[in-house]
């Protein structure tokens, strides 16, 4: 079946613009994360979605990245007013639900984000 | 912070069995581990996970130690697919956020 799908694949924007990441999760996914890989480092945690609860925001690096997720589906990152430490690849994930079986997360194949 | 310690690189064969050690003296009774990959310019991909017992599946084999103090990733037979970097991720029950640290690099000779 389908995976997790994100658009776009690769994002080139100026210092202090903004921009907007989209993940399609696996239907019927509830789980939905986003991390963020910067060159040469590990994966990093930023937000968490679960069905209708509060999301985890608390790997969010600063007040001008936000994300929603609308109708328990499609969710989209922002960053406002980029910073060239924004540079990164932003990664998507869903899963069925919460607890063990959460763990496995599906990836979705990232969009590369450069701030120039 | 990864709780778990791998070795940054380990170099195969084609066809040969692939161990990749983990250690993780912290763990507590219900924590899980997990093994995920990353191939080049790809999003993670699940491998396997594991509590006590050991565990097969289709990728692979984890064996997990007596102590579960550390574990195993087994590849039964490389191929140059599984060139990749392999993570081991240790999480409590309820923690749904997976916590890499630098992975092994697994380089598979043909």
């Known amino acids: 079946g389908a995976g997790v799908s994100q658009s776009p694949s690769n994002k080139v924007t100026e210092k202090g613009k903004d921009v907007e990441l989209r993940c399609d999760p696996i239907?019927?996914?509830?789980?939905l994360y986003w991390y963020r890989q910067s060159l040469g480092q590990g994966l990093e945690f930023l937000i968490y979605?679960?069905?209708?609860?509060?999301?985890?925001k608390s790997g969010l690096p600063s007040d001008r990245f936000s994300a929603e997720r609308t109708g328990g589906s499609v969710s989209t990152l922002t960053i406002q007013r980029t910073q060239q430490e924004d540079s990164a690849v932003y990664l998507c994930?869903?899963?069925?639900?919460?607890?063990?079986?959460?763990?496995?997360?599906?990836f979705g194949p990232g969009t590369r984000l450069t701030v120039t | 912070d990864a709780k778990t310690t791998q070795p940054n690189s380990m170099e195969s064969n084609e066809e040969e069995p692939v161990h990749l050690p983990c250690n993780h003296s912290?763990?507590?009774?219900?924590?899980?581990i997990h093994w995920y990959r990353q191939l080049p310019s790809q999003g993670p991909e699940y491998v396997i996970h594991g509590l006590t017992s050991n565990v097969n599946n289709r990728m692979a084999s984890l064996a997990i130690a007596e102590d579960r103090k550390s574990s195993t990733l087994i590849l039964h037979r490389a191929t140059l697919r599984d060139a990749a970097v392999y993570y081991c991720i240790q999480g409590s029950y309820n923690d749904y956020k997976l916590s890499f640290g630098a992975g092994t690099t697994v380089t598979v000779r043909a």
């Open positions: 239907s019927g996914h509830t789980a």
């Open positions: 994930a869903s899963s069925r639900r919460s607890g063990p079986s959460s763990y496995e997360q599906y």
């Open positions: 912290t763990i507590s009774g219900t924590d899980y």
């Open positions: 979605f679960q069905g209708n609860s509060a999301p985890d």
